[in-house]
């Protein structure tokens, strides 16, 4: 199974910052990776997929990179409803995997 | 606009079995591959099984190998989950999730979720 994993666990932001989160595979996946923002109590949404393309109707500040095993997604800057849990899943093979997930909290 | 809706949540005692359902608007389901997802309270997400648009085609995480079923009807444009031999850790809100294009893994849609809890 394709390994995800997301860095930081956690971390804490003001209203403004950029805001960048990593992640990582244990093998290439090609360009074959999402990202998702899930609220509490909510399901995740789908904010890029194939590693750079955005979602309709997510703003621009969002944006994401990378390929083969190194991925990242960055928020230009951070606005109140973008504190939330942000996941990465790979496409590319079976199992799908999921990261651990990044708790973007306020500062 | 596109709602996926699951039902059939709810407690049962470790052993006991479950039905989960996923039905859809506005979104023809049996073009799609569609998945069901879970989250274990507090924890990440799950990708437990998939089902090709026609149902020929199936896979399941090992989690879920053996004990749950993937089904669907296109004429009721909805799509099953068969839970068996439940156990405490299978204790999660159950997602229904589908893509808006033949990237059959991309999760452009999603139920609201369903919550299973087992326990004595």
């Known amino acids: 199974d394709i390994q995800l994993t997301q860095s930081p666990s956690s971390l804490s932001a003001s209203v403004g910052d950029r805001v960048t989160i990593t992640c990582r595979a244990n093998q290439s996946i090609n360009h074959y990776l999402n990202w998702y923002q899930q609220h509490p109590g909510k399901a995740p949404k789908l904010l890029i997929y194939r590693a750079s393309s955005l979602q309709g109707g997510v703003p621009p500040r969002f944006s994401g990179s990378g390929s083969g095993t190194d991925f990242t997604l960055t928020v230009s800057s951070l606005q109140p409803e973008d504190f939330a849990i942000y996941y990465c899943q790979e496409s590319y093979t079976f199992p799908v995997t999921f990261g651990q997930g990044t708790k973007v909290e306020i500062k | 606009q596109v709602q996926l809706v699951e039902s059939g949540g709810g407690w049962v005692r470790p052993g006991g079995s479950l039905r989960l359902s996923c039905t859809a608007s506005a979104f023809r389901l049996s073009d799609k591959y569609m998945s069901w997802i879970r989250q274990a309270p507090g924890k990440g997400l799950e990708w437990l099984a998939y089902?090709?648009?026609?149902?020929?085609?199936?896979d399941y995480a090992d989690s879920a190998r053996g004990r749950f079923t993937i089904s669907r009807d296109n004429a009721k444009n909805s799509v099953y989950l068969q839970m068996n031999s439940l156990r405490a850790e299978d204790t999660a809100v159950y997602y229904c999730?589908?893509?808006?294009?033949?990237?059959?893994?991309?999760?452009?849609?999603w139920g609201q979720g369903v919550l299973v809890t087992v326990s004595s």
């Open positions: 089902i090709s648009s026609g149902g020929s085609a199936r």
């Open positions: 999730a589908g893509p808006d294009s033949n990237a059959w893994f991309t999760f452009d849609y």
